[in-house]
């Protein structure tokens, strides 16, 4: 997964997350870029970030089930496993032949 991260993270206050996520998305591409490297994007009228962030609030323990079952699929996908079969090896076949 070379091209995003996923970031399991507890908040006490759902009001510090914009603070938290603007701090690390600058702090990642500090590190990755440096201040130089920056500033010559910033003069080229250019982006370092894509997309803003995604979050989602997990409410609980079957979100978070949800949750890491997803993740662990893209891992496989980044790996160069077919997102099908990822899907297969770890949700198994109760997603695509549902009975009842």
């Not at 770890?90 to 695509?96: L, M, N, Q, W």
Request: proline share 2%; glycine share 8%.
């Amino acid at each position: 997964m070379g091209n995003h991260l996923h970031l399991h993270v507890k908040l006490h206050n759902s009001h510090l997350y914009r603070a938290w996520i603007r701090g690390l998305s600058s702090g990642l591409a500090m590190i990755s870029m440096g201040l130089e490297g920056l500033r010559q994007l910033k003069d080229k009228k250019q982006k370092f970030w894509d997309q803003r962030p995604f979050s989602r609030v997990i409410l609980n323990f079957r979100h978070f089930l949800n949750t890491k079952s997803y993740v662990e699929v893209n891992v496989l996908e980044g790996m160069g496993m077919p997102r099908l079969e990822a899907e297969l090896l770890i949700y198994g076949s109760r997603k695509y032949f549902k009975s009842g």
